[in-house]
């Protein structure tokens, strides 16, 4: 069975930067493209950033220009830089394979705070 073990969340004051990291067991990691999703208080899960197999990314507009996706195919890892932070981008940050759905990992809380 496929993990998906999510961290690098932490409190944050605007305009901050954090880096996030998901680690992937199994080989589906080297297969397929990878996602961050993130689900603020009382909101649906949205999607953030999509990278391929080969590190080609695609972002959401809400933040686009100031997060990168990026991935390390030898390490099973995925990552998302991200800078300026608002008090919007608070959630909890899960990663997940968009077109092979898997059990959600616990996520990681990434708190943009004054």
């Known amino acids: 069975q496929v993990q998906l073990v999510e961290s690098g969340g932490g409190l944050v004051q605007p305009g901050g930067s954090l880096r996030l990291s998901c680690s992937v067991s199994g080989s589906i990691f080297r297969i397929y493209r990878m996602a961050w999703y993130r689900q603020a208080p009382g909101k649906q899960r949205e999607h953030v950033a999509t990278v391929s197999v080969s590190n080609s990314p695609t972002y959401a507009d809400s933040v686009k220009g100031r ?40 996520g990681t809380l990434v708190n943009v705070s004054s």
């Open 67 to 106: 997060f990168t996706i990026s991935r390390d195919n030898a390490k099973n890892t995925m990552y998302l830089q991200m800078n300026d932070l608002k008090t919007e981008d608070t959630a909890v940050y899960y990663c997940n394979v968009p077109n092979n759905l898997q059990p959600w990992g616990e």
